[in-house]
């Protein structure tokens, strides 16, 4: 028999490679891999009860397979949330997020800057069934205000926002959409767990694409759906049953191993993305650049109230339109041209022309996603080699005839990492007691998200829930506050 878990409440880095870890009999070190599609019963009696829900077994793994159980708890975990499904796809998540809740004759207030496929789920597939939807401009609290006259069932948003970075203020949307009678679903992807937690702001359900930052290795697709015990089981749960949205426990696996590592890359990676985009503001060629923390960005202030840094993604727009875009792209030697993002590897990618090609050019225009416009996904290289790379393509894009304003090198990205600033954790305490700042851990015992659910009564009779048949799973516990402080107090302009 192993030792037992601690119960004491875990900081978010011990979360990140422990939380949800159900050691089989065999004692093994790291999670194992459980790439079955089934699973086998002692008796038919065993069957029978499992299906009633008498008898804790797992079933099938488009229910629940046991990797990918400790992916669901681990995030879980992290999260401060109740509960956790994970899907296929980021994509799958949100679809699923938002289909298992609305019907026909719903209503769904949408922030307009979405990821692609986010927006056409909102434009084009639930009216198709006939849902209602409005999008308003984020960042602007009177269009939230005015859509909220009429009564709603969901909001999504996205903060920040894909790709140019724009905010929307958790707190006061939820307010409103919780009197106006909507659930609000955040798309986190950009912030990550550990720069912005959306539920201690009062958002009813997040949800990521695991095959961004939690992976951020470039391997597999995946995404996870978190919200409370209760919605998950008796909302969300049925509907990823039936429709088949599941995870592949290898994908499954893969995630834990890349989240082992998430509070080392991602603040490294911000640290990086603040020394670019610092940078990038200094360079004549550059018409404006779009980070939550620079003093230039205009909802500076809300992104100091609910995050703990700026993230690894930096926008910016260049003078010269296309043309300048397609010729800096071009030349850049190190940071890659591709539409992915929150890798360990530099990513880079002209909006208007891939990811937000299908926008129309208007609707593009108002998210200021102008032919010029690139978003930079910095990734865990040695910073000075970016800034290089950036320099020597700004120059090509340039020419001669547009001089540095300053000279580049080392000393500007020492100066950046250098300024850091404790994060806020605040709007905490009512929705989420079992939160504790990671310096402090809580007095409240550790949740155990290990520990199956009851069955929802109407899913009695079809099978029962997914089953925890390890020996101990390590006691996730209350998720801290964000973590890293890295937020970054921005150039002066100069
Ligand atoms: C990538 C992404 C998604 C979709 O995730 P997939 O894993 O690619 O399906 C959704 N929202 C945002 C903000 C993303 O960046």
């Not at 360990?344 to 998210?367: D, F, N």
Request: with cysteine.
């Amino acid at each position: 028999m192993a030792k037992p878990a601690s119960d004491r409440p875990l900081r978010p880095a011990t979360l990140l490679v422990r939380g949800g870890q159900m050691r089989s009999n065999l004692d093994e070190t790291s999670e194992a891999l459980y790439l079955t599609s089934g699973f086998v019963y002692d008796s038919a009696l065993q069957a029978e009860q499992t299906f009633t829900g008498e008898a804790q077994h797992f079933q099938y793994s488009r229910f629940g397979n046991p990797t990918v159980q400790m992916l669901e708890a681990r995030l879980a975990a992290l999260e401060g949330a109740e509960a956790c499904r994970a899907t296929a796809t980021g994509m799958a998540a949100v679809h699923a997020a938002m289909l298992s809740h609305l019907k026909t004759g719903d209503r769904v207030v949408a922030s307009r800057a979405l990821f692609g496929s986010c927006h056409w789920i909102v434009s084009t597939l639930l009216p198709r069934y006939g849902i209602q939807t409005e999008f308003v401009d984020g960042a602007d609290l009177g269009q939230w205000k005015a859509a909220f006259k009429r009564p709603a069932q969901l909001v999504l948003l996205e903060t920040p926002s894909n790709p140019m970075l724009e905010l929307v203020d958790l707190k006061a949307v939820c307010d409103l959409a919780h009197e106006a009678g909507a659930i609000v679903v955040v798309d986190n992807v950009f912030a990550t767990p550990l720069l912005q937690k959306p539920m201690q702001f009062g958002a009813d359900v997040v949800v990521y694409s695991a095959t961004k930052h939690f992976d951020g290795q470039g391997r597999v697709l995946g995404g996870a759906v978190l919200g409370s015990k209760k919605w998950i089981e008796e909302v969300l749960q049925p509907f990823v049953r039936n429709t088949g949205p599941a995870i592949s426990p290898f994908n499954a696996w893969t995630i834990l191993k890349g989240l082992e590592t998430l509070h080392l890359r991602v603040p490294a990676m911000c640290r990086n993305a603040a020394a670019v985009a610092q940078m990038l503001e200094e360079r004549a060629e550059v018409a404006a650049v779009h980070y939550p923390t620079l003093a230039s960005h205009p909802q500076y202030e809300l992104a100091k109230k609910q995050m703990s840094a700026g993230g690894t993604l930096v926008s910016f727009t260049l003078k010269g339109g296309k043309e300048a875009a397609f010729r800096f792209l071009d030349a850049l030697r190190v940071i890659d041209i591709s539409n992915n993002l929150g890798d360990a590897k530099s990513l880079i990618t002209h909006p208007a022309t891939t990811t937000h090609m299908r926008v129309a050019a208007e609707e593009r225009a108002r998210l200021g996603i102008t032919d010029g416009a690139l978003r930079l996904s910095v990734g865990l290289e040695d910073v000075a080699d970016l800034v290089e790379d950036i320099a020597a393509a700004l120059d090509a894009v340039g020419g001669e005839t547009a001089p540095r304003k300053k000279p580049l090198g080392r000393m500007v990205v020492e100066e950046t990492v250098a300024a850091v600033k404790a994060p806020p954790a605040k709007a905490a305490a009512a929705k989420a007691p079992r939160r504790a700042r990671a310096a402090e851990p809580a007095a409240e015992p550790a949740a155990e998200p290990a520990a199956e659910p009851a069955p929802a009564p109407a899913e009695k009779a079809a099978d029962s829930p997914r089953k925890a048949p390890a020996k101990r799973a390590a006691a996730p516990a209350a998720a801290a506050a964000p973590e890293p402080d890295l937020f970054q107090q921005g150039p002066k302009r100069r």
